[in-house]
């Protein structure tokens, strides 16, 4: 390590698998960890801004998320929900009461003109996170899915459609026009190491790689030597949570972790798989970077700061 | 009685009082009951538009009240304004989870380009009010207390501070541009009987009248020959509720039902004061107005019931 004090990681993250390796990387890293989020998810309920990536990791973070559904906060109550069915409101994105805080927080201080990124951090510090937890940028980028049925917004997709439309194509709406925040492009300036979390990539890393400036970053953070270290969504074949395997497919992609290798291999390092995967480290490293396999199912919090350990020795590693 | 049906009648209400007298009178008129309620009292919080005279009357009148606390409703929760606390908000004005959710759906509807008016009637009807509830006026009109501290706005002075502060002025602010609306117009023109209820006179009632056009529709059916028959908030020379007293004192008023009698002498027929102040009742006829001595407490539904009795005779009762 370059000095006494933990390395300063950037990792790019999705919803509860990108939430979960946060927490144990914060687990070893404390405030030296920057999470920078997904920003495709983002939708207007209630006229309200709902962010599910950023909460799902700030809540997670902060020690109070629902350990059993990996997103939302424990111990929620649906009181307002309710109210709002009855009052006329669409509730098909059912927002607990301590969430719905969140959102109406997180609204009342952008209609006071705050950015998103400032608005992330108080609400981070509020609750005692210990890292960063950064928007990709301050701008609306929408990610959309064409299915059978049209085009349809992400979580009319995910939370609505119970992602049963099969997905023919993806687009990342304002994505042209949105611009990466000071804060993700400093973060990745001073960052030791950069880490993808076990995220969708089409739809969770997608969108951050999507937003201009963002790869030029990276490279430029490889350019001067930080490596950067991916884990394998997909095990075994299979997605361990959401419709990644079956994106995969339809996209003409493989569902496996070497499928998800090669969408990253021109920009990564490494490449975290599954032990149940192990047959497909050789066909990794021959994608020309490097494969490290390790269990990668993060059951518990130890669970979750042992892949994060594992992630961390990855990011120093020599390559051979 | 003029038909067969139940008359049609307005009242003007406040809060509580203005609340538990419009439900008295809806268990005898049901749909044609309209209540116009004062909107000096509303505010914004955590970028919410919040009624709270309007959502008095209209979860008293949909029977999911707190009859205990006479505002709120029953068997409310505080997660979200506990969560809100925690994120930086202010919340000395505590929105109930539920309550919230009525707020968040008038914001909404409001941002949405609805009028006051028109949200006030689909939470009425949602909630399966019979009663219509109008706003005296869809603009913003903001009652302010001067007191030694200089002018407060009315929930800073009435929950923030308790309503410790002697009140020495009172003004309405944006009365001048506020128009009445033409539903209001519409009902009064319509009206067999105009209740006032036993609300503050001077922050409940007066912000009401304050509105441009509202006492010249009160006129224009008194000159049609319909009776204005007013309820006294003071008994014994208390409030029921809240700093009325205090308040008629500070302002160079009685504080009594005479001294509430004086201040509507000018426009109302008859006036309804309790069988405690039966004494002051010769002095209130002397004012050229009606008295009528009668239990005013309404400590349950069957006195509500029985109060809004008395005043509907009051509407019918030929002059002595």
């Known amino acids: 390590m370059p000095d006494e004090r933990p390395p300063r990681i950037v990792e790019l993250a999705g919803g509860v698998g990108g939430a979960r390796l946060a927490h144990g990387l914060q687990a070893h ?4 960890l920057t999470v920078v989020v997904n920003v495709g998810d983002d939708l207007e309920r209630h006229g309200l801004l709902i962010c599910p990536d950023q909460d799902t990791v700030l809540y997670t973070l902060a020690g109070i998320g629902d350990a059993e559904l990996g997103w939302g906060i424990a111990g929620e109550s649906f009181a307002a929900a309710e109210m709002l069915e009855r009052l006329g409101e669409e509730t098909w994105f059912r927002l607990g009461d301590r969430d719905l805080a969140t959102h109406v927080r997180r609204t009342n201080r952008l209609r006071d003109g705050a950015r998103l990124t400032e608005v992330a951090g108080e609400l981070a510090r509020s609750l005692g996170v210990q890292a960063t937890i950064l928007p990709v940028t301050d701008d609306a980028l929408r990610t959309e899915l064409r299915t059978d049925d049209g085009w349809l917004e992400f979580q009319e997709y995910f939370v609505h459609r119970h992602q049963a439309p099969e997905v023919r194509d993806v687009r990342f709406r304002g994505a042209e026009s949105a611009i990466v925040t000071s804060e993700v492009v400093a973060a990745i300036g001073a960052a030791d190491g950069i880490v993808v979390a076990p995220s969708n990539p089409i739809v969770s890393i997608g969108p951050i790689l999507a937003v201009p400036g963002l790869s030029a970053a990276i490279e430029g953070a490889r350019a001067r ?13 299979r997605a361990l949570r959401g419709p990644a395997d079956r994106m995969l497919v339809s996209l003409g992609h493989e569902s496996s ?3 998800v290798a090669r969408l990253y291999a021109s920009w990564i390092d490494a490449f975290v798989l ?8 050789p066909e990794v490293r021959a994608l020309g970077i490097e494969a490290v396999v ?4 993060m059951v518990d919090d130890a669970a979750r700061a042992r892949l994060a350990a ?8 020599t390559p051979v």
């Open 225 to 237: 030597g930080i490596r950067v270290i991916a884990v394998s969504p997909i095990v075994g074949g």
């Open 274 to 281: 599954d032990v149940q995967d192990d047959a497909l480290a």
């Open 257 to 259: 972790a070497l499928g």
């Open 310 to 317: 594992v992630v961390l020795d990855a990011v120093w590693a």
């Open 294 to 297: 390790t269990d990668t199912i």
């Open 29 to 32: 890293l404390g405030s030296r």
